[in-house]
T-cell receptor
Framework: QQQVKQSPQSLIVQKGGISIINCAYE??????FPWYQQFPGKGPALLIA?????SEKKEGRFTISFNKSAKQFSLHIMDSQPGDSATYFC????????????FGAGTILRVKS | DAGVIQSPRHEVTEMGQEVTLRCKPI?????LFWYRQTMMRGLELLIY????????DSGMPEDRFSAKMPNASFSTLKIQPSEPRDSAVYFC????????????FGSGTQLSVL
């Protein structure tokens, strides 16, 4: 059962452009939605996270938009840079289970210089 | 802070052999997770421990897989006997399941079963 659906599978963006990755979840009990960034040969690392009490969270060039009624959330990378080229995973969890995260399938982002 | 430490980084073994993966979580973290990453199935949670006690092992594929956490600073994931379909990257992660919900991953063990 895929509880978090992520799209697209891969994305190519020009330097300076906006990268957008989308996720949809099914379980309305989820209340913590992080995005992880993974470089080749490394483990995933937390990039930014949001709770459902806000509709948007911004940290530098990275923004999460959250739509609770649609059960969707997205990652926007503004002014995309070649160094942003990585695999991005959305995830979700029920907070009272600690950090038992369910991950999306991942999006491979390539930023062309 | 040395982060989550996994060993070995790479493991190549033959089908039928026993494989043991090791993990040292971040000091002070009380939750530990084993994930498996493959192209086909993405990141899958295998098992997680809270305060050294296994809480949920529903993701463990079959009886060939076992995990232990004898103390707060060490965990193992064992596969016996190993099979080619076990080839994957295995990640260990740790966190403090409180207000800070960051989950820190190790660099993973690339396992190849021939």
């Amino acid at each position: 059962q895929q509880q978090v659906k992520q799209s697209p599978q891969s994305l190519i963006v020009q330097k300076g452009g906006i990268s957008i990755i989308n996720c949809a979840y099914e379980n309305t009990a989820f209340d913590y939605f992080p995005w992880y960034q993974q470089f080749p040969g490394k483990g995933p690392a937390l990039l930014i996270a949001i709770r459902p009490d806000v509709s948007e969270k911004k940290e530098g060039r990275f923004t999460i938009s959250f739509n609770k009624s649609a059960k969707q959330f997205s990652l926007h990378i503004m002014d995309s840079q070649p160094g942003d080229s990585a695999t991005y995973f959305c995830a979700a969890s029920k907070r009272w289970y600690g950090n038992k995260l369910v991950f999306g399938a991942g999006t491979i982002l390539r930023v062309k210089s | 802070d040395a982060g989550v430490i996994q060993s070995p980084r790479h493991e190549v073994t033959e089908m039928g052999q026993e494989v043991t993966l090791r993990c040292k979580p971040i000091s002070g973290h009380n939750s530990l997770f084993w994930y498996r990453q493959t192209m086909m199935r993405g990141l899958e949670l295998l098992i997680y421990f809270n305060n050294n006690v296994p809480i949920d092992d529903s993701g463990m594929p079959e009886d060939r897989f076992s995990a232990k956490m004898p103390n707060a600073s060490f965990s193992t994931l064992k596969i016996q006997p190993s099979e080619p379909r076990d080839s994957a990257v295995y990640f260990c992660a740790s966190s403090f399941a409180g207000l800070n919900e960051k989950l820190f991953f190790g660099s993973g063990t690339q396992l190849s079963v021939l």
